[in-house]
Structures are given as C-alpha cells and as structure tokens.
Nanobody, 128 residues
Framework: VQAQVEFGGGSAQAGGSLTLSCEAE????????MGWSRQVPGQEREGVAV????????WYGDSVKGRFRISRGDGKNSVTMQMNNLKPEDTAIYYC?????????????????????WGQGTQVTVSS
C-alpha cells in the first residue's frame, strides 16, 4: 500500500487562487506519475492534471487549462497544483494519485483514472 497526503484546499471567492500539495509516502513504480482528480458527490471523478516527476511533463483537463498549474514539489515524492481564476464549478473534493507508466509512454489522465493509490481528499469550495 502506498499512501499520499494532501495539503491545502479550503475556500475562495470566484477569481481567487488556492494551492494544493501532495506528498507520496514513497515511490514504488519504476516510472512514476502523479496527479489530481476531483469529484462532486453524485458525479463521476474528473481528471484535472498529471505530471511526470521525472521530467516535469504535464497534462491538463480541458476545464482547467490555462488556470491550473501542476508542478514538482520540493521533495521528489511531492507535487503542487496552483489553482488560479477559480470558478464555482471548481468546487469539489480533490484527490491526489500516484501511479505508474510503462517505459516510453506518457503519464495521462486516462491512466490516472485507473490508479490504485489515492489520497484521502481535500475540499475546495469556490463561492460566486
């Protein structure tokens, strides 16, 4: 079992910013990806952003492109996501995931949907 812990979240006004951080207990994959998904109760989980900590490559869901930025954290097992120009529809529980990829492939939102290791989630609430 691999655990990750999320930090940050909270409440913001529309147009404001919040920062989420995630730290994985350890990296158990030969090629590791990390990312964030979000879920509104009663709806499917939505992939938000992923990063390859090895080279810093990133991918984003269409709903957050240009507003959110995922980056490597201070530790090799950590990532940070800066969320700018927040909208009420960004309100959700945000979950951090750690997952592996095959050599020569990329970290993708689709792969993250099949991740086994997720954090406990952190609430983000954006008011209009």
């Amino acid at each position: 079992v691999q655990a990750q812990v999320e930090f940050g979240g909270g409440s913001a006004q529309a147009g404001g910013s919040l920062t989420l951080s995630c730290e994985a207990e350890r990296l158990t994959f030969a090629y590791t990806c990390m990312g964030w998904s979000r879920q509104v109760p009663g709806q499917e989980r939505e992939g938000v952003a992923v990063i390859d900590p090895g080279d810093g490559s990133t991918w984003y869901g269409d709903s957050v492109k240009g507003r959110f930025r995922i980056s490597r954290g201070d530790g090799k097992n950590s990532v940070t996501m800066q969320m700018n120009n927040l909208k009420p529809e960004d309100t959700a529980i945000y979950y951090c995931a750690t997952f592996g990829r095959l050599a020569g492939t990329r970290c993708t939102l689709e792969q993250m949907a099949r991740a086994r290791y997720w954090g406990q989630g952190t609430q983000v609430t954006v008011s209009s």
